[in-house]
């Protein structure tokens, strides 16, 4: 069982304060490619809070967790995951009933998440909850698999990109790919004050340069998966 930390105002200088949660670690898909080989939470005060976390030393259960969203204003945009994934109870498949509470109780305030669950195995539970009103991002690690993931047409997707990339790109099929603007050197904006991965019918797909101590990583299997890709 998967224990959720809700913040009503985070720290955080990329999102902005705004509320953000964290799951524990178990319910990060074993089809994630930077699992201890990259990810951003791996390292630093995130990393720290996110031990704890799943360690049960702080949050609470789902439950816990929909009672605090259903208590934010109505509009109010909120950001899942900082840390952690979907819920789950067999790896790599979501809970979808898990997650419905979580859309449930979304209802009128503006979520949005990120998964790496491997959308061909859960189109169903990713589609009905950026249906209803809960955005979930499909996180690509390649450009090549952000065309794939936008064929399926059940979600927004996002994409890694190398660390030093500023300017905006396309991807094979040519389509366009915004750097995420909190991400950008001169970033004078953040989650609270953009809110475009929220954008659930966004064509647009948004790019999240690497970054942290873990950034060679990312790039080294941007670039891998790239290469192997037919």
């Known amino acids: 069982m998967h224990t959720y930390h809700f913040i009503r105002i ?15 670690a178990d319910s990060c898909p074993p089809t994630c490619s930077f699992i201890n080989n990259g990810c951003y939470a791996g390292n630093g005060p995130l990393a720290l809070h996110w031990k704890k976390v799943t360690a049960g ?16 204003p109505v509009g109010q945009l ?3 995951n900082q840390a952690g994934d979907l819920p789950s109870k067999t790896p790599g498949v979501i809970d979808s009933r898990a997650l419905y509470r979580l859309v449930a ?8 998440t990120y998964t790496h669950y491997r959308p061909e195995k859960n189109k169903q539970a990713i589609a009905r909850a ?17 065309d794939a993931f936008y064929d399926l047409n059940i979600a927004p997707v ?11 790109v396309y991807t094979p099929a040519g389509r366009l790919v915004i750097v995420c603007p909190a991400s950008k050197d001169d970033a004078n904006i953040d989650c609270l004050n953009c809110g475009i991965c929220q ?14 101590v873990s950034a060679k990583r990312v790039e080294k299997i941007f670039y891998m998966k790239k290469e192997q890709t037919p």
């Open 158 to 168: 996002v994409c890694v990109l190398p660390k030093d990339q500023q300017k905006n």
């Open 130 to 146: 950026n249906a209803m009103g809960f955005t979930v991002n499909l996180s690509a690690e390649t450009l090549e698999e952000a």
């Open 57 to 72: 030393q702080r949050g609470g259960t789902l439950q816990d967790l929909c009672d605090a969203i259903q208590a934010l």
């Open 105 to 112: 109780a979304n209802s009128g305030r503006r979520g949005f």
């Open 199 to 212: 954008q659930r019918n966004r064509w647009a797909i948004v790019g999240f340069p690497a970054h942290g």
């Open 78 to 80: 909120w950001r899942h």
């Open 10 to 24: 985070s720290g955080n200088t990329k999102t902005g304060p705004i509320p953000v949660t964290t799951t524990s």
